[in-house]
């Protein structure tokens, strides 16, 4: 509460185009990914939500308004069937007391577009179809237990579940192809259900982070199309719109 009060402050009176985020990726104890051990995670998540926006709403200004965004446990996108739990960050987040038009749920999601075994070595490519019906059942529940609660939802963090068997390598430099329909298909779902999409360059990239750019030229390539379509106006626009990432 300490540290947002005081950057609440100090921004109190920016414009609307920014937007704060209260925490990120918050886990319990055990450090459990995909869904919390217990309720009272869940709990905890919901009251550092509401603290922070009791906090940021206090310091007035344009904050009063401000579009604030509050995430599920472990920022987890309730996406696959293999637990009956996996749903239940979504389930269980809740839009802060006294809030109803400037609440933004977020959620991350890495889907693998590869099979692998027990030990995490590729196996076989999915099938583009699998790939999409995974990415048309996560709609749903995004629909299901976030959306309609009243608050849009953003995927703050988004790609493929980079395989890296020890090389170095990863989804972008081995399975490329499939790569760029998966991309395709996420971004312009996502576009024709109103929810925005931040790609995330995986941490794994090796070289391509070595600089403070989006320098995959054919990969923004796939992002652009995919929201935009094929048009001369997105084409020309890939061409000569430079695209950064955030250091």
């Known amino acids: 509460e300490k540290l947002w009060q ?40 919901n009251k550092y939500a509401q603290s922070f926006v009791d906090v940021v709403r206090a310091t007035g200004g344009n904050n009063a308004q401000r579009n604030l965004i509050v995430s599920t446990y472990g920022a987890c996108s309730g996406s696959g069937t293999w637990n009956a739990k996996i749903q239940d960050p979504l389930k269980k987040l ?31 490519d999915r099938t583009i179809s699998e790939i999409k019906a995974e990415i048309d059942a996560w709609l749903d529940n995004l629909k299901t237990y976030l959306i309609s609660k009243g608050a849009p939802v953003i ?3 988004w790609g493929t579940n980079n ?21 395709s298909y996420m971004i312009k779902t996502m576009k024709q259900n109103n929810i925005a999409t931040f790609y995330w360059m995986g941490l794994s990239d090796g070289e391509h982070r ?22 001369p106006s997105a084409i020309k626009s890939i061409a000569t719109t430079p695209v950064r990432q955030n250091a």
């Open 6 to 45: 005081q950057i609440a402050q100090e921004f109190r009176n920016y414009g609307q185009l920014l937007l704060f985020e209260a925490y990120n990726e918050m886990l319990d104890a055990s450090s459990s990914w995909n869904f919390a051990q217990s309720n009272s995670s869940y709990d905890a998540i």
């Open 94 to 124: 809740q839009i802060p007391s006294g809030e109803s038009n400037h609440i933004i749920f977020e959620v991350h999601n890495y889907p693998a577009i590869v099979n692998k075994d027990k030990d995490g070595k590729y196996v076989s």
């Open 155 to 157: 995927i703050g963090e």
């Open 210 to 231: 070595s600089v403070p750019e989006f320098n995959q030229q054919d990969l923004v390539d796939a992002i652009v199309k995919g929201y935009y379509g094929e048009s």
């Open 163 to 183: 395989v890296d068997s020890g090389d170095g390598k990863t989804d972008y430099d081995l399975h490329k192809d499939l790569m760029f329909e998966f991309v």
